[in-house]
């Protein structure tokens, strides 16, 4: 057992804390679980002590341990990756019990499955992955690294999604499709065809309508 650091203690840092809980009730993983983040006005919140990153570099150098990245948006997963790759400290990963997975799912450093999703046979996730409550991942598909899918995304086989990409609560994606990298699908969206990098794509059947310039999801 070693312990484990959520980076970011906001909303989605509070339900990734829920899932571990849970998780460690079944039989114990982690001997301890932290937050890690520098704009947190408290040292401790939602019950877990909060570190800032150099504070958490240093314990981690002498006591060990594993991150996690509870963020939703993709450019900032990304950002904290690369900074805990500069300061060797590994990514763990958080499934929640309720979700199914597949055997063969090859699931990369830094997977957070939140409840009761479903996970296929064959699927491969690169590096830090989040899959949000009750989303189906079909057979087949690979996801790249730091890209956040939603709740209630439905994604059809054999499809890939690039990297640092954002599929927003309830799309449904046909199968066979590439989404490209950077690319940002709107709440229920229905994606019948390709989507290039680097734009923005809403509607039914989805289209994209602009740019991803900003790489933002959230104002």
């Known amino acids: 057992m070693h312990p484990l650091f959520i980076y970011c203690a906001g909303g989605f840092g509070h339900e990734v804390m829920d899932v571990v809980r ?3 009730l079944l039989g114990p993983i982690w001997t301890d679980v932290f937050f890690i983040d520098d704009i947190c006005g408290t040292s401790q919140q939602y019950g877990g002590r909060v570190f800032r990153f150099d504070e958490a570099r240093v314990w981690m150098a002498a006591h060990g341990g594993e991150v996690v990245i509870a963020n939703g948006e993709p450019a ?3 950002a904290i990756r690369e900074r805990l790759d500069a300061g060797s400290m590994p990514l ?3 499934i929640d019990a309720t979700s199914i997975v597949a055997c063969s799912a090859q699931l990369g ?3 957070i499955i939140a409840p009761m999703c ?12 989040s899959i949000n409550a009750k ?3 079909g057979h087949d598909i690979q996801i790249g690294e730091d890209t956040v899918v939603s709740s209630m995304v439905n994604i059809g086989g054999n499809c890939e999604i690039g990297k640092g990409s954002y599929l927003g609560m309830g799309a449904l994606i046909k199968e066979g499709l590439k989404i490209g990298d950077r690319v940002i699908i709107g709440m229920g969206a229905v994606v019948y065809n390709d989507i290039p990098d680097d734009v923005i794509a809403l509607g039914n059947p989805a289209r994209p309508i602009r740019r991803n310039d900003r790489h933002k999801v959230f104002k």
């Open 22 to 24: 849970r998780r460690n």
């Open 92 to 94: 763990g990963s958080v």
């Open 118 to 129: 479903v996970i296929s046979s064959n699927v491969v996730f690169e590096r830090n992955v």
């Open 109 to 111: 450093p830094g997977t």
């Open 76 to 78: 900032v997963k990304q």
């Open 135 to 137: 989303t189906i991942v």
